[in-house]
Nanobody, 118 residues
Framework: VQLQASGGGLVQPGGSLRLSCVASGSGFSINAMGWYRQGPGKQRERVADTTSSGSTNYADSVKGRFTISRDNAKNTVYLQMNSLKPEDTAVYYC?????????????WGQGTQVTVSS
């Protein structure tokens, strides 16, 4: 299973970006999907996640500004980021909890850079 993230870039404070992450491969199903980020000199932190039933969780720092969603048919998770702040600058990683038969494992995407700067 491979995860491919896209949609990062440079945006001014107050702007918006939409990240996408597609899971590809065969013979698997996906439980939870989510996004983490790692800013300069910081530890990786959870941003948001969503289960296969559609329930969502957000870090306090992004509540009300970011929205996570997923398209189960496309094995894709999205992160709509609005009202971006300089402190949102980070490499954003998508992750998926994948089930193959009786095995469950976490997979990570390669990361996409988000820079919020004027």
């Amino acid at each position: 299973v491979q995860l491919q993230a896209s949609g990062g870039g440079l945006v001014q404070p107050g702007g918006s970006l939409r990240l996408s992450c597609v899971a590809s491969g065969s013979g698997f199903s996906i439980n939870a999907m989510g996004w983490y980020r790692q800013g300069p000199g910081k530890q990786r932190e959870r941003v948001a996640d969503t289960t296969s039933s559609g329930s969502t969780n957000y870090a306090d720092s992004v509540k009300g500004r970011f929205t996570i969603s997923r398209d189960n048919a496309k094995n894709t998770v999205y992160l709509q980021m609005n009202s971006l702040k300089p402190e949102d600058t980070a490499v954003y990683y998508c992750t998926a909890e994948v089930r193959r038969g009786a095995e469950v494992a976490a997979f990570w995407g390669q990361g996409t850079q988000v820079t919020v700067s004027s």
